[in-house]
Nanobody
Framework: VQLQASGGGLVQAGNSLILSCAASESTFSAYSVAWFRQAPGKERVFVAQISWVSRVTYYADSVKGRFTISRDKADNTVYLQMNSLKPEDTAVYYC??????????????????WGQGTQVTVSS
């Protein structure tokens, strides 16, 4: 499975961005997908996940209420809607996927496929 992340950019604090993760796999609906982020000098951390089962979603506490993860009807693309952005949201954002999967999958080892990353910079 090849993942293509896009949508990053430079925005002012308080504004919004939408990230996209497009998959080459025709059966992408059978994959759980997550977004992780890595700020300069820090470890890559979990941001949000959408399960293949009933599209259940999970979020890191730091983004809960501001970010929304979703999939399109064709299930070929996963989105991360980011609202009320803060300077601390600045990072490279990566999408990741794994076939099936149950429950919260918030570790990098839970995922087999990764996109190339897209830079999000939030200015104060």
């Amino acid at each position: 499975v090849q993942l293509q992340a896009s949508g990053g950019g430079l925005v002012q604090a308080g504004n919004s961005l939408i990230l996209s993760c497009a998959a080459s796999e025709s059966t992408f609906s059978a994959y759980s997908v997550a977004w992780f982020r890595q700020a300069p000098g820090k470890e890559r951390v979990f941001v949000a996940q959408i399960s293949w089962v009933s599209r259940v979603t999970y979020y890191a506490d730091s983004v809960k209420g501001r970010f929304t993860i979703s999939r399109d009807k064709a299930d070929n693309t996963v989105y991360l809607q980011m609202n009320s952005l803060k300077p601390e949201d600045t990072a490279v954002y990566y999408c990741a996927a794994r076939r099936l999967g149950y429950g919260l999958l918030d570790t990098q080892l839970s995922y087999d496929y990764w996109g190339q990353g897209t830079q999000v910079t939030v200015s104060s």
